[in-house]
């Protein structure tokens, strides 16, 4: 570090909290390949849009790498063979969701050859245009691997279009227990750096900020050089604080730049992809291989050989947990890390692209404290990376009063946790915003409905007025003319009595 | 406690921090110790007997509120709001008050003062200092009733069983003889009689008032070092942190200090000030009480401003020699309006709300 930088580094945030990081001893652990499973459960849906829609029929046999269902939609991604074999079934599994509901994923039955299908490698990304580049990367389905899931060719074309000059890479992962992209930097920094530079050459970014967190000095080193030799990518070690991987306080860290509210980052000029998605990117462009595998943690408590497991998409947690040895029944699995993590209903899922970690608690990790009364301690409203006041909007959430949680910033959170880690009262604050998030969209969704059915009922009430009019009028109007007929017939009658009469007058 | 909450299936975060409330409550109790045994020596045997008799009656009036709602009183007893409660009250009375004087005191701070706002973390008003002004509105005489201290083992201290009839009311003789006026209370007869403070030091039956804390005052009066050591304490553990007990302690020396240098035979000098009266003890431990102070830093800077100055302005011109618990109260009940505008400004928006104007659209 040089004395000017070391001056000028990053200052200690005020915001977030310092949770003990738990990363080891998992992290110094070798990367293990999972043996390949007999069986891989791929969901269609593993990102955020459309699902996938299939394109392959029971008893098809694919090779890995091969298409299995195409993106749908504007916003969606396809899905690829995670191994050679043969599609066994098109059907619902459980979702690695806490609602434990079923979703719709394509089961491989694994030939153990593991042979790839066709790839078409690209020897220089840097001549092909940049739609190419984004092109390419849809096809081989990459999605954001820090956990948004968002199509990352979509996230391209936005950069693109709005002339975003810096690229920030993640690689802060900031979430306790998890280790996948620290291994990841560490055991393929070239790969990171490269896949960066296509993602810089695809958005037009001028430079790269890439953030990692002080505690991974390996990781740090490994990428300082593997990106020595391109002037435009610089490694910055941002302090190790929890959220620094959330995109906003990264952002603000690296480049001091305060992303607008209701805005994306590339409006203010910046674009922001995790190290795994710019690893993705390079193998999807330089050897044309589709994401159907990744780097993920498997720790905590309960797990007898905790770890970095390079595993297939479709593999269940269950094959996982079996590979890594487990201490009795876990107490609570989670999908992701523990500050924003979901909780798994049981091991029978399939592991996702976006899976950065799972963790099986033992009891004594699992333990809730008793939540006891706010005391306005206003721990936190300090911890908050946002600035909320979570006691202010918990307190409303209580009271019913959904519209002055907003006031108070619901509508800003980023569910990070930092307020429920640190509530001394250990209050789930972030399970009442959750919840009132779920009233208003629910509130939202009724008053769209109602407004549909009134514009129904209106669109309705003002046909059968029209017709009612149109009625009037069709009946006035035979009124009329019949009135003129009768008119008429009179004038006719009157005519013939007046013709007539002299004839009678003639005719005595 | 959260009635409305919300059922949902386990959320994240998965994790939570070693801290809680009872943790915090009983870090500042022990921070108070030193200051309470300092007392006890100075004050004797009916310091110590005052001490825990409103100390069980302040968990007396809790439990018996949580009794008669109906819910298990030991959880909630054990969360020490309630034994903090009752000692900073202890702290505040004169040493050797009656016994009744502690045990209405402290029924009073836990059932009126706090539980009928609707328990912890409900309450506007410090209960502590809700019920020491109450006391002292009501009982002025014994309220205001102070002793010179009479060390332990100083031949003329009482011993146990004496004390004990000092406490609960059994020898006035005794107590008539040990009367002394503390320094603030001093000050202001004096200047009340037309004497000035140069004049109204000088003469030998003046209360002293020394470093050592050796003088009368109630017992978080004494120790004023003592209790400002535990205050360093809190704020090397961050229980508590600097900006209430520093703007209060500014706002106290800085009016002090100008007034007393263009007028020291009217105003007290900035020792006398911070040290003496309930000055240390409000700025850590009172005026820093998370429940009724702002919860932004900017809006403490403000509340901690507010209790000093106000402070000031009652020693200086008000009624009552000391007016530390009525400042604390008058700036609790402006609270919510300091909490509803020093908000935090939310990240990508502006004070008023705003979502930001996006800056930096093209090079620069
Ligand atoms: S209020 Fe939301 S953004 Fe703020 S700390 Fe809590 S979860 Fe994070
Ligand atoms: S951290 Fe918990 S106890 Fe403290 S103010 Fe926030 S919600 Fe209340």
């Not at chain 1, 990081?21 to 499973?37: G, I, M, N, S, W």
């Not at chain 2, 006026?181 to 000035?196: F, I, M, N, Y």
């Not at chain 2, 932004?296 to 009552?320: D, K, N, P």
């Amino acid at each position: 570090m040089g004395l000017l930088e070391r001056f000028f580094a990053p200052r200690h945030p005020a915001w977030g909290v310092h949770p003990d990081d738990r990363k080891r001893p998992a992290a110094d652990a070798p990367l293990r390949r999972l043996p390949l499973p007999e069986r891989l459960y791929v969901p269609l849906q593993q990102h955020v849009g459309g699902a996938a829609r299939p394109v392959v029929l029971a008893g098809q046999k694919v090779r890995k790498g091969d298409l299995l269902a195409e993106a749908q939609g504007n916003i969606s991604a396809p899905v690829h063979a995670p191994t050679s074999g043969r599609v066994l079934a098109i059907g619902e599994v459980t979702a690695p969701h806490p609602s434990g509901l079923a979703q719709i994923a394509i089961t491989l039955a694994s030939d153990g050859e593991d042979r790839w299908g066709e790839r078409d490698p690209v020897a220089d990304p840097f001549a092909l245009a940049p739609e190419e580049i984004a092109r390419r990367t849809a096809a081989a389905g990459v999605v954001g691997l820090g956990g948004a899931t968002f199509p990352a060719a979509v996230k391209f074309n936005l950069g693109r279009r709005l002339k975003v000059r810096t690229l920030i890479v993640n690689g802060g992962e900031c979430e306790p227990y998890l280790s996948a992209d620290d291994m990841l930097m560490r055991e393929r920094a070239a790969e990171v750096v490269d896949g960066l530079r296509i993602v810089m050459h695809a958005i037009g970014a001028g430079n790269a900020l890439v953030g990692i967190e002080a505690n991974k000095p390996q990781a740090i080193a490994a990428m300082r050089a593997a990106a020595a030799p391109c002037g435009d990518v610089a490694i910055r070690v941002v302090p190790a604080r929890y959220p620094m991987g959330s995109d906003r306080q990264l952002i603000e860290t690296l480049t001091g730049l305060e992303v607008p509210a209701d805005a994306r980052a590339a409006e203010v000029g910046v674009l922001v992809h995790n190290v795994s998605t710019c690893a993705a990117v390079h193998r999807a462009l330089r050897r044309g291989e589709a994401l159907v595998e990744r780097i993920l943690t498997v720790n905590g408590g309960a797990v007898r050989a905790p770890g970095n497991l390079l595993a297939p998409v479709g593999a269940r947690v269950a094959d996982l947990l079996a590979f890594t040895g487990l201490h009795g029944e876990p107490a609570r699995l989670i999908l992701g890390g523990p500050m924003m993590g979901s909780v798994l209903p049981h091991a029978n899922v399939p592991l996702v692209k976006g899976a950065s970690g799972i963790l099986a608690f033992d009891a004594a990790e699992a333990a809730v404290p008793a939540a006891g009364p706010c005391i306005r301690c206003g721990s936190c409203t300090r911890a908050c990376p946002m600035g909320l006041l979570p006691l202010e909007m918990a307190a409303r959430i209580r009271a019913g009063e959904l519209a002055a949680a907003v006031d108070f910033g619901l509508s800003d959170c980023i569910s990070c946790g930092c307020c429920a880690w640190v509530c001394p009262a250990h209050i789930p604050l972030v399970q009442y915003f959750s919840h009132a998030r779920g009233e208003l969209a629910a509130g939202e969704r009724a008053r769209l409905r109602n407004a549909a059915t009134r514009r129904l009922v209106e669109q309705r009430s003002e046909r059968l007025a029209r017709e009612a009019r149109e009625k009037a009028a069709a009946a006035a109007k035979r009124k009329a003319e019949r009135d003129a007929a009768k008119a008429r017939a009179a004038a006719v009658t009157r005519a013939a009595d007046a013709a007539a009469a002299p004839l009678a007058e003639a005719t005595p | 406690m959260n009635p409305a909450s919300p059922a949902l299936p386990i959320a994240a975060p998965h994790a939570a921090t070693g801290a809680g409330v009872a943790r915090s409550m009983l870090w500042v109790c022990a921070a108070l110790a030193p200051a309470t045994l300092f007392g006890f020596w100075l004050y004797g045997w009916p310091a110590l007997h005052l001490w825990w008799i409103t100390i069980a009656f302040a968990l007396l009036g809790e439990a018996l509120c949580l009794r008669l709602m109906g819910r298990a009183a030991l959880p909630v007893l054990g969360d020490g709001s309630a034994l903090l409660t009752g000692w900073l009250l202890a702290l505040s009375l004169p040493p050797w008050a009656p016994w009744w004087i502690g045990a209405g005191g402290g029924l009073f701070a836990t059932v009126i003062a706090k539980q009928v706002f609707g328990g912890l973390g409900q309450n506007l008003f410090n209960p502590a200092m809700v019920a020491r002004v109450a006391l002292l509105i009501s009982f002025p005489v014994p309220m205001t009733l102070w002793t010179v201290p009479l060390p332990l083992g100083a031949t003329a201290a009482p011993g146990f069983i004496d004390g004990l009839r000092i406490t609960l009311g059994g020898l006035p003789a005794a107590l008539d003889a040990m009367a002394s006026a503390s320094v603030l209370g001093h000050a202001k007869t004096e200047l009340a009689r037309g004497v000035d403070l140069l004049h109204a030091f000088a003469v030998p039956s003046a209360p002293t008032f020394g470093l050592d804390g050796v003088r009368a005052g109630s017992l978080g009066e004494a120790a004023s070092l003592l209790i400002a050591a535990g205050g360093a304490l809190l704020l090397a553990l961050r229980i508590i942190s600097w900006h209430i007990p520093a703007a209060m302690l500014a706002a106290i020396a800085l009016p002090a200090a100008i007034l007393h240098a263009v007028d020291p035979a009217r105003y007290l000098d900035v020792g006398t000030h911070l040290l003496a009266g309930g000055t240390m003890l409000g700025a850590f431990f009172i005026a820093t009480d998370y429940v009724t102070s702002p919860n932004t830093r900017g809006g403490q800077l403000l509340f901690g401003a507010g209790v000093g100055a106000l402070s000031f302005v009652i020693r200086s011109w008000g009624g009552y020699p000391e007016g530390v618990a009525f400042a604390v109260l008058l700036m609790n009940a402006l609270v919510p309006v300091i909490d509803r505008y020093f908000k935090p400004r939310i990240h990508g928006r502006d004070r008023r709300g705003r979502p930001l104007d996006i800056a930096g659209g093209d090079g620069s």
